[in-house]
């Protein structure tokens, strides 16, 4: 049965760009999964914005001035039949309205896993640290105080939760007992980001703490993905992208430019009810941390 997914996307193909200055405008497309094999792949009939995907070229980059930065942005970038090309973030950038500078592109098409492009989240029967003690995820309401790294404690605004099929690129990644410093077995989505710190964040980053995404952390022993017949996730939203203490270890937060890039329609939807007044706002937000890319987080996962 077919899958439909919403991203966001620039309407450009890095292997023929536009001239350095054009102005790139955010568009939320449907993409659909037409064997629901959770892949969009050339060929077999998934569509993006409602033509066929023809070629499929993961790791392209865009470099734009965005926000008042100049930021490279990895991407794929569709190729559609009777239309021109779309490039979306595989990275977690949120994209905004942007002035194209640059880019670079792949030779070699390929497909890419649904997975790459879904939302990070926590799985129920994950510890989060609170103003009153260590707490299930799933008791926390609006209005509970959370503690954060940066912030102390915050009052979570908004919990929401998706129960799906846990099977291929959307099953969970299982952290054994000490992986991460962990003390007890940790449960997440693929796409969220751990935070990594010390000697491997400085040495690979430079920086003394990096967000990397749980898939990219997977090492065929300590760190899995497993799969399961369904698996619920749950997100916690504050006022800013934030690191939490979650079954022991730091992790983020759900990120609100997720809204916008509207990793499914349900919940952008909620969200944007709730908050009417956050959604413009989004756009200002940064990730708490600096995010790895895939293969930056296959380095420390090596």
């Excluded at 077919?2 to 497309?29: E, K």
């Excluded at 794929?76 to 990275?91: C, E, K, N, R």
């Excluded at 997100?235 to 992208?241: K, S």
């Excluded at 939490?244 to 916008?260: D, I, K, N, T």
């Amino acid at each position: 049965m077919p899958t439909t997914y919403t991203d966001q996307f620039f309407v450009i193909d890095p292997a023929n760009p536009p001239p350095s200055g054009t102005s790139l405008t955010v568009q939320n497309y449907d993409f659909v999964d037409s064997d629901d094999n959770g892949f969009i792949q050339p060929g077999v009939g998934d569509t993006a914005n409602g033509a066929e995907v023809t070629s499929v070229w993961i790791d392209d980059t865009i470099t734009v001035t965005m926000g008042g930065s100049t930021v490279t942005i990895t991407g794929v970038t569709f190729y559609l039949d009777g239309q021109p090309a779309i490039f979306t973030p595989t990275d977690g950038t949120v994209l905004e309205d942007a002035t194209f500078q640059s880019a670079t592109y792949v030779t070699d098409s390929t497909q890419v896993p649904v997975g790459e492009l879904g939302p990070p989240c926590f799985t129920p029967g994950t510890v989060i640290e609170t103003e009153t003690g260590p707490r299930l995820i799933e008791t926390l309401a609006p209005g509970d105080r959370v503690l954060t790294r940066d912030r102390g404690m915050q009052p979570v605004l908004w919990n929401g939760r998706r129960t799906m099929p846990g099977t291929g690129a959307f099953a969970p990644v299982r952290f054994a007992a000490g992986a991460i410093g962990n003390p007890d077995p940790l449960t997440v989505s693929p796409q969220h980001r751990m935070l990594v710190t010390g000697w491997r964040a400085e040495l690979y980053f430079g920086e003394a703490e990096v967000l990397v995404a749980a898939r990219h952390l997977v090492n065929g022993d300590t760190i899995r993905q497993v799969e399961r017949a369904e698996v619920t996730y749950i997100h916690l939203l504050f006022a800013a992208h934030e690191i939490v203490m979650a079954g022991g270890v730091p992790s983020e937060s759900y990120f609100l430019g997720h809204a916008l890039r509207a990793c499914d329609a349900d919940t952008r939807a909620e969200l944007l009810a709730l908050f009417p007044d956050l959604a413009p706002g989004a756009r200002d937000l940064v990730p708490a941390r600096q995010v790895a890319r895939r293969f930056e987080g296959a380095v420390l996962a090596a």
